[in-house]
C-alpha cells in the first residue's frame, strides 16, 4: 500500500518550507532513562513475538486445536505481532537515534498500518464474542454454523475490512498542507499530533476520520456487550457449577482482553484528548498498542487447560528435537 504515501503532497504551496520528515519526540529523558526505555521495550517487543508465536504454533502443531475457536486465536495472535510491530521498532530506532527523525511518507505509512490493524483486531474481538455465544448459547448448532468455511469467511472479512477502510482518508490528510513546525510530541504518527501540525485547518476531513473511528469502536463494542449479556443469561442457567466454571473460564480470558484493549482506546479517541495530558496519551497508547499485545498470550494460555497442554507439548517437543 505504499503507494499511497510517496510524493503525495501537493505543489502549489504557497510556504517556503515544505515538511518533509517529521520529529517523534517520544519519551524524553537523559541518556541513562533512554537506554533503560530501550531495554524494557526491547524485552517488551521480544517477549509479545515469542508468546503470540508460540500460540500460533501450538494451535498450529496440535489437533486438539483444530476448532474454530482456536483457529481465531491463533489469526489474532498473528494480528498481535504485526499490530505490535507497527509501533515498536520505529520506536526502538527512534529512541537510539540523535535527530529523532522520521520520512514524510515512512509516517504515513505507519500512521496508515496503526490504525488498519487496530480496526482489524476491534473486527476479530466482535467475530470472537460470536464465536463464544454461538458455543454456549447455541451448543446443538454451533458445529453447523461454525464451519471451516465460515471461520475463513469471517476472518476474511476483518483484515480486508480493516486495512480497505483506511486508504482514502489517510490520504487526504497526507494531501494537507505541512509546512512547519515538524515536531510530533508522541512515539507514533498519530491523529491527533498530525493535525495539529497542518498549516490549515481541514475539520471536514478530521470529523470524517473520527466519525469512521468511532462507529468501528461503537458497532464492535455494542456487538460485543450484547453477545456477553447473552452469553452470561445462559451461563447462569447452567444447573451444573461445573458447567459455568468452564463457560466462564472460556470466557473470562476474552473478556480481560476485551476490558484491556477498549478501556484504553476509548478513552484516546473517544473522549476529547485536549483534556488529557500528553504523557497520558503516550502511556494509554502504550498499554493497547504494546502491552495488550503482549498480555494476550499471557491471558489465553493461563486461563485455559488445552492451550497451556498445547503449548506445553509445542514446548518439550521443540526441546527433545534439540537435544536428539
Not at 507497527?86 to 529523532?100: E, F, G, Q, R, Y
Not at 487496530?118 to 466482535?126: I, P, Q
Not at 510530541?185 to 466519525?211: G, K, N, Q, R
Amino acid at each position: 500500500m505504499s503507494f499511497f504515501f510517496v510524493d503525495l503532497r501537493p505543489m502549489n504551496r504557497s510556504a517556503t518550507h515544505v515538511v518533509t520528515e517529521f520529529v517523534l519526540l517520544g519519551f524524553p529523558g537523559c541518556w541513562k532513562a533512554q537506554i533503560f526505555l530501550f531495554s524494557l521495550f526491547l524485552v517488551v517487543y521480544v517477549l509479545t513475538l515469542l508468546g503470540n508465536g508460540a500460540i500460533i504454533c501450538a494451535v498450529r502443531c496440535d489437533s486438539r486445536l483444530h476448532t474454530p475457536m482456536y483457529f481465531l486465536l491463533g489469526n489474532f495472535a498473528f494480528l498481535e505481532i504485526w499490530y505490535v510491530s507497527s509501533t515498536v521498532p520505529n520506536m526502538l530506532a527512534n529512541i537510539l537515534s540523535k535527530t529523532k527523525a522520521i520520512s514524510f511518507s515512512g509516517c504515513f505509512l505507519q500512521f496508515y498500518f496503526f490504525f488498519s490493524l487496530g480496526t482489524t483486531e476491534c473486527l476479530f474481538l466482535a467475530v470472537m464474542a460470536y464465536d463464544r455465544y454461538l458455543a454456549i448459547c447455541r451448543p446443538l448448532h454451533y458445529p453447523a454454523i461454525m464451519t471451516g468455511r465460515l471461520c475463513g469467511m469471517l476472518v476474511s472479512f476483518c483484515w480486508l475490512t480493516g486495512f480497505l477502510g483506511y486508504p482514502i482518508p489517510i490520504f487526504f490528510i497526507s494531501q494537507l498542507p505541512f509546512c512547519g513546525p515538524n515536531i510530533i510530541d508522541h512515539f507514533l504518527c498519530d491523529m491527533d499530533p498530525l493535525m495539529a501540525l497542518s498549516c490549515v485547518p481541514a475539520p471536514i476531513t478530521e470529523f470524517a476520520f473520527y466519525m469512521q473511528s468511532s462507529l468501528v469502536l461503537f458497532f464492535t463494542i455494542m456487538y460485543i456487550l450484547r453477545s456477553y449479556t447473552l452469553l452470561l443469561r445462559a451461563v447462569f442457567r447452567v444447573p451444573s457449577a461445573a458447567g459455568r466454571r468452564k463457560a466462564f473460564s472460556t470466557c473470562g480470558s476474552h473478556l480481560v482482553v476485551v476490558s484491556l484493549f477498549y478501556g484504553t482506546v476509548m478513552v484516546m479517541y473517544v473522549s476529547p484528548t485536549y483534556s488529557i495530558p500528553t504523557l497520558m496519551q503516550k502511556i494509554l497508547t502504550l498499554v493497547y498498542s504494546v502491552m495488550t499485545p503482549l498480555f494476550n498470550p499471557l491471558i489465553y494460555s493461563l486461563r485455559n487447560k488445552d492451550m497451556k497442554l498445547a503449548l506445553r507439548n509445542v514446548l518439550f517437543g521443540m526441546r527433545i528435537n534439540q537435544n536428539s
